[in-house]
């Protein structure tokens, strides 16, 4: 099966990755069940500043092509797991998200380094099954990834704004006035309905992850803008999309050729169950996240 570096889960709005070619579908078969679509694998065009040639990149439209699927019925462990089969190390995640704050306007972009997960119901780790594992998950977002991520949007000549907290509701309802005053009051700067559990998945994965977060509206609090709709996300998210593209593929552009950041052995010291003693049926199904541990010695 074809590889993939790195790899984009494109949100409302950001249906394809359109600077690709030499493309090609892929669906690979997960423990989980299908993907939220097939997986197009292609060439990023352009030429990289260190000259590296191209490397291959995944791109999945998290809610299907159409949008067809609810935030709360999103296959996060399937679109993982496939990704990590596929060799990818880097996920960036482009996801729509209402602002809390008055300087982060509709339209811009931010790159947020924390989450509060106010989901409920959503199965969110790879691990159960006769197998106990606790990954660290104080800083949510790969910081090298993050920074990354945020040094292409400012390149793309995007407003973007850097850091912020984002809290991630279940939906797919928008929020009340009394719930977005609240999460003004606690300080948090945007809120969406998909990062989770996408970062904490990713990080069980040992895959760095980010978010570039398009923003599309004042969510409810803002006295003096309509209150969010569905058709106010879309006729915005149809003005973002372009630098939200653009500043992607220069991402992907900048990715480091070595990963050196925590994310890379996030589950070394995670792991609470003797290796011994988890069932040879879930060390199976795991091989692609758990591999490396497991043939280390007792």
């Given at each position: 099966?074809?590889?993939?570096?790195?790899?984009?889960?494109?949100?409302?709005?950001?249906?394809?990755?359109?600077?690709?070619?030499?493309?090609?579908?892929?669906?690979?078969?997960?423990?989980?069940?299908?993907?939220?679509?097939?997986?197009?694998?292609?060439?990023?065009?352009?030429?990289?500043?260190?000259?590296?040639?191209?490397?291959?990149?995944?791109?999945?439209?998290?809610?299907?092509?159409?949008?067809?699927?609810?935030?709360?019925?999103?296959?996060?462990?399937?679109?993982?797991?496939?990704?990590?089969?596929?060799?990818?190390?880097?996920?960036?995640?482009?996801?729509?998200?209402?602002?809390?704050?008055?300087?982060?306007?509709?339209?811009?972009?931010?790159?947020?380094?924390?989450?509060?997960?106010?989901?409920?119901?959503?199965?969110?780790t790879f691990f159960g099954d006769g197998l106990a594992a606790h990954v660290p998950f104080a800083e949510p977002f790969c910081p090298v990834l993050r920074r990354t991520l945020y040094e292409a949007s400012t390149h793309a000549g995007a407003t973007v704004h850097d850091g912020g907290t984002l809290v991630v509701?279940?939906?797919?309802?928008?929020?009340?006035?009394?719930?977005?005053?609240?999460?003004?009051?606690?300080?948090?700067?945007?809120?969406?309905?998909?990062?989770?559990?996408?970062?904490?998945?990713?990080?069980?994965?040992?895959?760095?992850?980010?978010?570039?977060?398009?923003?599309?509206?004042?969510?409810?609090?803002?006295?003096?803008?309509?209150?969010?709709?569905?058709?106010?996300?879309?006729?915005?998210?149809?003005?973002?999309?372009?630098?939200?593209?653009?500043?992607?593929?220069?991402?992907?552009?900048?990715?480091?050729?070595?990963?050196?950041?925590?994310?890379?052995?996030?589950?070394?010291?995670?792991?609470?169950?003797?290796?011994?003693?988890?069932?040879?049926?879930?060390?199976?199904?795991?091989?692609?996240?758990?591999?490396?541990?497991?043939?280390?010695?007792?």
């Amino acid at each position: 099966m074809s590889r993939a570096r790195a790899a984009i889960i494109g949100g409302s709005g950001f249906y394809a990755l359109e600077d690709l070619v030499d493309v090609e579908e892929v669906r690979p078969e997960t423990p989980f069940g299908p993907t939220s679509d097939a997986i197009v694998i292609g060439s990023l065009k352009g030429t990289r500043a260190d000259a590296r040639p191209p490397e291959r990149v995944a791109f999945l439209p998290r809610h299907g092509r159409g949008h067809r699927i609810l935030p709360s019925d999103l296959p996060s462990r399937a679109n993982i797991y496939a990704l990590k089969t596929l060799g990818v190390e880097f996920v960036i995640g482009v996801s729509a998200v209402g602002s809390l704050r008055e300087e982060i306007a509709p339209l811009h972009l931010a790159v947020p380094d924390q989450l509060i997960d106010r989901t409920a119901g959503r199965p969110s780790t790879f691990f159960g099954d006769g197998l106990a594992a606790h990954v660290p998950f104080a800083e949510p977002f790969c910081p090298v990834l993050r920074r990354t991520l945020y040094e292409a949007s400012t390149h793309a000549g995007a407003t973007v704004h850097d850091g912020g907290t984002l809290v991630v509701m279940e939906g797919p309802a928008f929020s009340t006035r009394a719930e977005s005053a609240l999460y003004r009051s606690w300080g948090a700067s945007l809120i969406g309905m998909t990062a989770l559990p996408e970062a904490k998945l990713a990080r069980e994965a040992e895959m760095c992850y980010a978010i570039l977060a398009c923003t599309t509206d004042y969510d409810c609090w803002h006295e003096s803008y309509a209150s969010v709709t569905a058709e106010m996300i879309i006729r915005n998210l149809t003005q973002s999309v372009a630098a939200a593209r653009q500043a992607v593929s220069l991402a992907l552009e900048r990715l480091p050729a070595h990963r050196d950041c925590p994310c890379v052995g996030a589950l070394r010291d995670a792991v609470a169950t003797p290796w011994h003693l988890v069932p040879q049926t879930t060390k199976q199904k795991l091989a692609p996240i758990i591999g490396k541990y497991v043939e280390q010695p007792e």
